[in-house]
């Protein structure tokens, strides 16, 4: 189980053991709702170092071109996992 904070509803996808999981609050007003979408999953590898992917925001800009070549919004692009690799 992923130890994790956050703000109502909001989830986090814990791709090791491919589980989602949700914050729920004691919030009256914190309100879930789960809907069954398709979707499509990615693995992809890039020739860079760990650590400069965060600089420049990378992630935003790697987002923003896979959702312009998809043709959807950017907010439907979800960065599940970031995680180094071997020289």
């Given amino acids: 189980m992923i130890d994790y904070t956050g703000t109502c509803a909001e989830s986090i996808f814990d791709f090791e053991h491919r589980?989602?999981?949700?914050?729920?609050?004691?919030d009256p007003k914190c309100d879930l709702q789960i809907h069954m979408t398709a979707s499509v999953q990615v693995k992809?590898?890039?020739d860079l170092n760990y650590d400069d992917f965060f600089k420049?925001?990378?992630k935003t800009t790697l987002t923003n071109t896979?959702?312009?070549f998809l043709g959807i919004p950017?907010?439907?692009i979800r960065i599940v996992n970031i995680r180094p690799g071997s020289v």
Avoid: E, G, M, S
Wanted: proline content about 5%; charged content about 20%; glycine content about 0%.
């Fill in 44 to 46: 992809l590898k890039f």
């Fill in 56 to 58: 420049n925001d990378n």
């Fill in 66 to 68: 896979i959702a312009t």
């Fill in 19 to 26: 589980r989602i999981q949700f914050v729920l609050t004691a």
């Fill in 74 to 76: 950017p907010n439907r």
